[in-house]
Structure formats: C-alpha cells, structure tokens
C-alpha cells in the first residue's frame, strides 16, 4: 500500500500570500516591507559621493551616476529580469539557487557566497541607516551624543522581534508612503532653488565624473550606496507579488530621484564651500521641519533595519532546509504565515550591530564597511540568474551580452568598494568569510555523512520485527515507537536504526513507524506519502516539505495517524486486554539517533578538519528534536557512532 496526499495547511503560493495580488493594500505592504534600505539610502548617497569641497562636476558627475545605476542595476536587472525568475511566488537567491541547483555541484558554492554576503549586510545596514537618521540631531543640538541612542534603538528594536510584528507591520506601509512623499516634496524644493541640476540626467556627467575626474572611479563605491536594497526586491517577491513591486517601484523611483536631484540643487547652489560634515539631506530641510523630518528618517530606518532583521530569519530558515546552516531552534511568533523568529541569529544580530556602532561610532565610518558585501551578492545572483536563463532556452549570445554587461557593472562597483577595505570594509568580509566557513562545513558534513550512512533493505527484517512485537518476554517499549530516518529509498532503513531496535536494547512496540523529511526545491509543498511494510506491524510515512515549510512533524505526523485511522488502514487501539477494552489509543515514542565522531578514525586531511569543525559547532545549538517540532516529553535521542575511515590495524601484544 502506498499513497501520496497533501497536507490540508498546503497552499499554493499565491494563496499563501493574498497580498501577491496587485491592489492598493498588496501596494502599501510593497512598500512597507521591501523598499525600507533603498528607501533610507538618500540619508547618506549624497554626503558619501562628495566628502570635501563641493564642485560643480562632482554633484553634476554624482546625481547623474546615481540616476543610471538606478536604471540599469534595479530597474532593468532587478525590477524587469531577475523577478521573472520565481520558484513558484518566492524568490531570494536560495529560492533562486533551489531552481538551478540540478545543473552543477559548483552552483552551491556561488549561493553560499551570495548568501552569507547578504547575512553580513544584515549586520551593517541597521545601524548605518539609524546612525544616519539620528546624526541629523546634531542640526539642532550639536553637543548631543548619537551613539547611545543609536544603540537604545537597535537594542528594543532586536527585543521586539520575539514577539513578531504583526502589528507594527500593519502601520509599515502608510509610514513609508509618508516617507517617499516627504522625500519627493524635499526634492522638488531643492529643484526648484537650482532647476539647473535636472542636465544631470546626461549620462555624459557620470562619465566625466568616472574618467577626467581625479579619483572618479573610485566614487563609484560611494555611488553603489544608492541600489543596496535592490536584493531585498527579490527577496520579498513572495510577500508582495512580481506586479506590486513593479507598480510601486515607479513611485518609488521618481521620490528617489527628486530628493537626489533636490539634494544635487542644494550642493550646487554651496560650490566651494567644505561640506563640513552636514548632510546635504537634512540641509535641504526649512529649520521649522528639520525636528519632524528627523522624526519620520528615524522611523524609517527603523523600519529599514526590520525588514533586513525578518530577511536575515527567512535566509537562516531556507539555508536550513538547503543543508547549508546548523538546525537551529525556529519560533513563529504569530498566525502570520511566514513569520518568523530565530533566536540565534537574532543575537548574532544585534551583537554584530552594537560592535559596529562602538567601533565605528559615526555613519560616514559605517559607509566603507557597507555596500562591499552586497556587491558579492549580487554578482552570485547574476551567476545563478545565467544559468537560470540557460534552463529557460534563452540564446545562448543573450545570456553572454546579460553576462557581460552586467558584470562588468557589478564587477566595477566590486573593484571600487575594495578601496574601502582598509577603511572598514574588512569587517564586512570578516564576517561574510566567518558565514561562509559554517556554510560550508554544514553542507560538506551532510555530504560526508550522507556517504558514510550504511542503509540495508528493509524486508528482510520485517519476519523478526513482527515476531518481536508479538514476544510479550520482552518488556514493552512503546505501543507506538517512531524512528526518524535519512534513508530516501522506500525499500531502505539506516543500519543503525535495526541495530537500535534488536541490539542496542530489544526495543518491542505494537507498531513500529519510521519517519523520512524530504526537503523539496519548490517552497510551499505539504505532502506525505504512507507505504505499508507490514500489516498493522509497520509502516514508512515520508513527508515532502518545501524549503519554507515550518517543520512540525509532531502535528503534522499525528494529522497522518489520524488519516490512516479514519480510513481503517491502522488500527492504533492499545493491545493490552484490559485497555483494549477502553479503546485507548496507546503511547507514541519518538527515536532521533544522533551521531557523534566516533574515535576509531583515520581521516582524510579535509574531511578531518570538516568533520571536527562541524561537531564543534553543534555542540552550540539544540538538538534535532526540537528542529522537527517533536514534542520533547515523548523523545528518545540516542548517540549513534560516525565511522569515517576504521583504524586498519592495532598495535596490541598479548602477554602471559
């Protein structure tokens, strides 16, 4: 007997989200949850672009760099192309790797390295787009110390995610639309001071700025600032919907331009002058709005750091599931389907932001450790987005000219963020190198584990395993005993798991049930397919979650019991004779085998190192009872040995 059905919480992915649907409110979640880093970015473009005196070529060279990297790298790549590319509604460059991984081994690596970049920009966006809000403060109040407050915020903003953010996300989307407006408004003004500014948009300025400017080149780290967020547009697809995100990005994008212009009018109208640290952002502001404006740039930077902060869970959650991150515990923290809370990473988290705000202390010093990072990630996705259109039977000169052009866009952005290496963007690269090693011990140790796993045919055990059920000299173990296995061939069982049963200590159930989690490519499946070994004796149920599916095997393994029940497949009444009688339904015992690395090892160099690193590691984090959802009062975990390379010989003398 084998069957496959689908869970009854299965959704497809557009049901999983209504707001994918283009409509006004699926437009202000848009904006509320995905545009909060590109948003902010105006905070500091503008004061890094041009750090001394003001000259007329560099604002002109400046707003006219930014205007085009909008275009070409968010709007034409991001916006018109990389969207296409969803793994049905999500996307995000693990949904984006999930999709291609089949076409090459070497196609992890380039999502390990995108991933781990974006979880260090993850670090470093909070507390450059808060400090860059709250140091307008300094306009009004000079004396006044920031880095206490920009820690108080970043502190009770890191406390509040346990609690989820359901509320607080409902106001997201009116206060970032109060947020573009304001910035179009501000723009408009600083237009119209010097309406000259609007030449600018000659693509021939930032070429002028680029190649006659002295330095010019190196400008671009500086200019790159201004698309940071454009992975988050992605990253969110299933949240908000290719159409919302399109729609909303032309709002967007003109209140962009116009505080960009409006700030380029500003500085021009102060050529010659040292910018003296002011930000030409909060300059443009009339001295009776600057307190509101700071007001409305904090909360928006806020609302900035928590959609990287939610973006930062989602990518630990897939990375999980992709074997490419310890299992560590996952809450979510409402009924909101996707919410969710690492405690873990959240820690993490706020630790890396409180270190770059002390070590850092002002916004501009933030700004050479920002952008290096997520240039990485965005070169791995135009890598993946290749091959994606390589699947998609583009022509193969298309896909060169997409490979060519774009980079060598992200490629010089990447050569111009590396002079801010010593200035900073070391710690950008600490941290994404640190990411990447646990990455790629997690996913290497699967695969050496999964390799030395010894599995064996099932049916020749079942004759023992019935007459053990029926031996009542053995004490009962369970009525119901449930082993969780790794084997993803039906007719196969870990040869572990038989010894644990007849060996370790005879383990006697009324029904012996094993257990296998299948990851699959697509991020919403909820299937389970039961396979009948032995009549009412034993059974294999093989669960197929996508690789943003919640792991509740618990609730989702006793809804399957429940099933089999209702369609007289089971019966799961206990076989005591004076229970039976009360139709008692019988305990379930849950069997999670753990490995540990076994001493009776000769190992391969690499894998030594791998395999120490990995057990170092997951002595950090909880066990995998409590990543499946299993309820803990009816768990056994037992320690099972990783036999890498036996010992060939023993040097033992026997003496008498």
């Not at 609007?198 to 002028?208: D, M, T, W």
């Not at 697809?237 to 994008?253: A, E, M, P, T």
Request: hydrophobic content about 50%.
């Amino acid at each position: 007997m084998s069957d496959t059905k689908t869970l009854p919480d299965a959704r497809t992915a557009s049901a999983h989200h209504p707001h994918t649907a283009i409509s006004t409110a699926g437009l202000l979640i848009a904006l509320g949850i995905i545009y909060g880093d590109i948003g902010t970015s105006p905070l500091y473009v503008m004061k890094a672009i041009v750090p001394g005196v003001i000259t007329q070529d560099l604002v002109y060279g400046g707003i006219s760099a930014v205007l085009w990297t909008l275009t070409l790298q968010t709007t034409v790549k991001y916006v018109l192309l990389t969207l296409n590319a969803d793994n049905n509604g999500e996307g995000g460059i693990f949904s984006l790797y999930a999709l291609v991984r089949r076409r090459g081994m070497w196609l992890s690596a380039v999502a390990i390295v995108g991933g781990a970049a974006l979880l260090a920009d993850g670090v470093i966006t909070p507390p450059v787009s808060v400090s860059s809000a709250i140091e307008g403060l300094e306009a009004v109040y000079p004396e006044i110390q920031t880095v206490p407050i920009v820690i108080a915020i970043l502190c009770g903003l890191f406390l509040l995610q346990s609690f989820g953010t359901q509320i607080v996300g409902k106001a997201f989307g009116p206060i970032m639309f109060l947020w573009f407006s304001m910035l179009a408004a501000l723009g408009v003004y600083g237009i119209l001071q010097h309406p000259e500014i609007l030449k600018a948009a000659n693509p021939y300025y930032a070429y002028n700025m680029l190649v006659n400017q002295p330095g010019g080149f190196w400008l671009l780290g500086a200019v790159f600032l201004c698309t940071t967020g454009a992975e988050a547009l992605y990253s969110d697809l299933g949240h908000c919907g290719k159409g919302n995100i399109r729609i909303s990005w032309v709002f967007v994008k003109t209140s962009l331009l116009l505080n960009y212009f409006g700030q380029g009018g500003w500085l021009v109208a102060h050529a010659g002058e040292p910018l003296n640290g002011r930000n030409p952002f909060f300059a443009l502001m009339p001295e009776w709005f600057l307190l509101i404006g700071i007001g409305i740039a904090t909360i928006a930077a806020i609302i900035a750091s928590q959609a990287l902060i939610t973006g930062s869970f989602t990518l630990v959650a897939e990375a999980i599931r992709l074997n490419m991150w310890p299992k560590v515990k996952l809450n979510y923290p409402t009924d909101v389907k996707g919410q969710l809370y690492v405690p873990s990473m959240n820690r993490l988290l706020l630790l890396g932001c409180i270190a770059v705000v002390l070590y850092f202390r002002r916004s501009e010093h933030m700004e050479a450790a920002y952008g290096l990072a997520i240039t990485i990630t965005m070169l791995m996705t135009t890598l993946l987005l290749s091959m994606w259109l390589r699947a998609k039977r583009i022509p193969m000169p298309l896909i060169v000219l997409f490979l060519l052009v774009y980079g060598g866009i992200e490629g010089s952005f990447l050569v111009a963020n590396l002079i801010k290496f010593p200035h900073g963007g070391w710690v950008s690269v600490a941290i994404s190198l640190c990411l990447i090693s646990v990455m790629y011990v997690w996913l290497r140790a699967y695969f050496i584990k999964k390799r030395l796993t010894e599995f064996v045919k099932i049916d020749p055990y079942m004759e023992a395993l019935k007459e053990l059920s029926n031996d009542e000299t053995v004490p009962k173990y369970a009525t119901h005993l449930v082993f969780m296995s790794s084997a993803e061939r039906q007719s196969e069982i870990e040869s572990k798991i038989i010894y644990s049963i007849f060996q370790k200590r005879p383990k006697r159930a009324d029904i012996y049930w094993f257990v296998h989690v299948d990851t699959t490519d697509e991020p919403y499946t909820m299937e389970y397919k039961v396979t009948e070994l032995a009549p009412n004796d034993a059974f294999r149920v093989t669960f197929r979650l996508g690789f943003r599916v919640e792991q509740k095997i618990n609730l989702y393994f006793r809804k399957v019991v429940e099933d089999l029940v209702r369609n007289k497949e089971v019966d799961i009444t206990s076989r005591y004779e004076s229970l039976s009688k009360q139709h008692v339904t019988g305990d379930f015992r849950f069997v999670v085998l753990e490995k540990f690395l076994s001493v009776e090892n000769e190992f391969p160099f690499v894998e030594k190192l791998v395999m120490q690193a990995y057990f170092y590691i997951k002595q950090f984090i909880a066990s995998e009872d409590k990543y499946f959802g299993l309820d803990t009062s009816s768990v056994k975990i037992e320690k099972v040995p990783l036999v890498i390379t036996p010992t060939r010989s023993v040097a033992l003398k026997r003496v008498y």
